[in-house]
C-alpha cells in the first residue's frame, strides 16, 4: 500500500524525556492500554482522545496483525494530550478529537508537516442510564427533572465544546449552568452518568451503542460546530507513517464507522 504521506528526512524538533518508559511509568493505569513492557525500540506509542479508546484498540489490533508492529496506546484528554506532546511526552502519533490541537503542534514546530488529516467526525449524544427519560428531541432538558447534567470539560474536551454549543444553541445554558458536572474527559463524563452520580451527560454517541438500557437522544449536528477528529505524526518514523496510512485504509475506515463516527467526506492531508 503505497503512503499518501509526504516522504520527510526531518523530524519534528521539541524536547524529549529523558526515559520514554519514566514518562509512561507516570501516567495513571487506567489510561496503559496496551502492555508497557515493550519498549520504543519495538513499539510504537499512539496517544488517542479518550472518545476513540474502543475504535482505537481495534484499529490498533488489525494493524499488528498486518504489520507486527506492537502499539501502546495512552488515552487522556485533547486538551491534557496536547500539554503532554508540548512538554516533550514520548508519543509517535496523536489522534486528537479536534483539528486545532494539532494544528498548533505543527505551528510550534512539535509535530511533522503534511502529515495531519481528519480520521473521523464525532457525534454527540444525551444519555440517560434510565429507560425512556430522554425523549427523541430532548426536551429534558427543559424540565426540571434532573439534577446533574455532565458534560465534559469545554476547556480540555472538544466533545465538551460541541455539548456547551448545544446548550447555546438550545437557549439553555444559564438555565442549567448550576447543575452541571464536569468530567476532566468524555470517557470521566460518560462513567457520571452510567454511575448515576448525573442523570443526564452530553457524550460520545458511539459510547451509547451496543448498551442494553438507558434513552439516548442524537444531538443534530446543527447545533454545534463539526467534531473533525485529526491524526497527526509526532515523530517522523517508519512505523508511524505505517500506522497513519493503515488509519486512511478500507479496513480502518470500516471500524471507524462500525463504532459510530462519520467518515470525512474526503481525505484531505495538511
Not at 107 to 120: K, Q, S
Not at 169 to 192: K, M
Not at 240 to 250: A, C, E, I, N, V
Request: net charge negative; hydrophobic share 40%.
Amino acid at each position: 500500500m503505497k503512503s499518501p504521506l509526504p516522504e520527510s528526512t526531518t523530524k519534528a524538533s521539541r524536547p524529549r524525556w529523558t526515559s520514554s518508559l519514566q514518562f509512561l511509568a507516570g501516567l495513571p493505569a487506567l489510561f496503559l492500554l496496551h502492555s508497557c513492557a515493550e519498549t520504543r525500540e519495538d513499539a510504537l506509542t499512539v496517544a488517542v482522545a479518550s472518545n476513540f479508546v474502543n475504535a482505537a484498540r481495534q484499529i490498533v489490533e488489525s494493524f499488528r496483525a498486518e504489520t507486527g508492529i506492537k502499539v501502546i496506546l495512552v488515552s487522556g484528554s485533547t486538551g491534557k494530550l496536547t500539554a503532554q506532546i508540548q512538554q516533550g511526552a514520548p508519543f509517535d502519533v496523536f489522534l486528537s478529537a479536534d483539528r486545532e490541537s494539532p494544528g498548533r503542534l505543527v505551528e510550534d514546530g512539535i509535530a511533522v508537516p503534511g502529515t495531519r488529516f481528519t480520521y473521523a467526525m464525532g457525534q454527540l449524544a444525551l444519555y440517560s442510564r434510565t429507560d425512556s427519560f430522554v425523549d427523541e428531541k430532548g426536551e429534558v432538558l427543559n424540565t426540571a427533572e434532573f439534577s446533574h447534567l455532565a458534560i465534559a470539560n469545554p476547556k480540555l474536551a472538544p466533545y465538551g465544546r460541541a455539548a456547551q454549543e448545544c446548550l447555546i444553541s438550545l437557549g439553555l445554558l444559564d438555565r442549567v449552568q448550576n447543575r452541571i458536572a464536569y468530567g476532566e474527559n468524555i470517557a470521566q463524563t460518560f462513567h457520571f452518568v452510567e454511575s448515576g452520580n448525573a442523570e443526564l451527560g452530553f457524550v460520545a454517541l458511539p459510547q451509547t451503542l451496543n448498551l442494553t438500557g438507558g434513552s439516548t437522544w442524537q444531538l443534530p449536528s446543527y447545533l454545534h460546530s463539526p467534531i473533525e477528529q485529526d491524526a497527526i505524526l509526532l515523530q517522523d518514523t517508519v512505523a508511524g507513517r505505517r500506522f497513519l496510512t493503515f488509519l486512511q485504509s478500507d479496513p480502518a475506515r470500516h471500524i471507524v464507522k462500525k463504532n459510530g463516527y462519520l467518515l470525512p467526506p474526503s481525505l484531505h492531508v495538511e
